[in-house]
């Protein structure tokens, strides 16, 4: 299967950074959103990436130019039409994947690959509601997507050998590593990491460590680039709650219950830095643990 033009739907933190990555490894990427202010504030997102990896020498000003080029936006989901792969990157939402995938097949050609960046929802029942299950898989990125190395790669039931195979040669051609996972609850990163967060937030909860002491304990102790709370507070509280429920839902293990304070936290608004405040607030100048 020959993978030239990669359609993109959703220009949010992931859609953009998914942007970003094909069209600097050489792919045409048409990238939609409702929103035309969305659009325009993902193109300003990747520039300023771009422009920061050209300032440390990773990319050359050539290559950036070139690869600003190769990106068109669009609100029409018609548009995507013509694509050889398809990465959905919507809102975290079940019926708001399903209705994007229904508006949008009868646009695509047969050959088209369909895929979520979901990073929890089964991949067997998104693909079971389209016209195409063998040609449907999950092709889950990491964020920052621009840094990050993995690209988990998900097989529903159906997915085929061939689909399979191209969506590893794509995550291939981004210089970045594929990991395959089945398809249970959170597939592998956060079936693991998304455990590790919540066991931060009941350490918190306990009154075992304070946010400083507990983040510092990760960073310090076991070398991870953030601390837990930290790095919830990086992928929004709301995603990681969501993540948790999928894991209790889907696994019926009380292991996996969300701790109440994180809960607490998603109820208040305080969803981490995209709503400035989370575990830390971002309203000031240097990050202030909320407790
Ligand atoms: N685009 C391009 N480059 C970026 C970038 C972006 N958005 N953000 C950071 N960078 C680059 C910087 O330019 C820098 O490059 P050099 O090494 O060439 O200097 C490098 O990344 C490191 O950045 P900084 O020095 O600014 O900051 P840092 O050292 O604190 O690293 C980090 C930032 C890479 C985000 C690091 O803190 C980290 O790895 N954190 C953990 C991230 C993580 O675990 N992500 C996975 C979340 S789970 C997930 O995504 C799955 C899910 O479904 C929820």
């Not at 190769?70 to 995507?80: E, H, P």
């Not at 229904?102 to 929802?121: A, G, Q, R, V, Y």
């Not at 690209?151 to 050998?161: F, M, S």
């Not at 991870?224 to 709370?229: V, Y």
Request: hydrophobic share 40%; glycine share 8%.
């Amino acid at each position: 299967m020959d993978i030239q033009t990669i359609g993109i739907v959703g220009a949010g933190q992931m859609g953009n950074g998914i942007a970003h990555v094909m069209a600097l490894a050489g792919y045409d990427v048409l990238l939609t959103d409702v929103s035309a202010e969305a659009l325009q504030k993902a193109v300003d997102t990747i520039t300023g990436n771009l422009d920061r990896q050209v300032g440390r020498g990773k990319v050359s000003e050539a290559d950036r130019d070139a690869t600003l080029k190769r990106i068109v936006t669009t609100q029409a989901l018609a548009d995507l039409g013509q694509s050889d792969l398809v990465i959905e990157a919507a809102t975290e939402r079940e019926t708001v994947k399903q209705a994007i995938f229904e508006d949008l097949i009868p646009h695509l050609k047969p050959t088209t690959i369909l895929t979520s960046n979901t990073s929890s929802i089964s991949i067997t029942r998104l693909a079971s509601r389209t016209d195409r299950p063998e040609k449907f898989m999950g092709f889950h990125f990491m964020n920052p997507v621009p840094v990050m190395q993995l690209v988990e790669l998900i097989r529903g039931i159906a997915t085929d050998k061939e689909t399979f195979a191209a969506c590893r040669a794509v995550v291939e051609k981004l210089g970045k590593t594929a990991a395959s996972a089945e398809d249970f609850p959170a597939f592998i990163v956060n079936r693991i990491l998304m455990p590790m967060i919540n066991e931060a937030v009941y350490t918190l909860y306990e009154g075992v460590g304070s946010v400083e002491s507990i983040d510092s304990s990760l960073k310090l102790g076991a070398n991870h680039p953030m601390g837990p709370l930290e790095l919830a507070d990086f992928i929004g509280l709301d995603t990681c709650l969501a993540i948790m429920n999928v894991l209790h839902d889907g696994l019926a293990d009380t292991k996996y219950r969300p701790c109440p304070l994180l809960t607490k936290y998603v109820e208040a608004g305080w969803l981490g830095r995209k709503s400035q405040r989370g575990f830390y607030d971002y309203r000031g100048d240097v990050p202030v643990p909320t407790r």
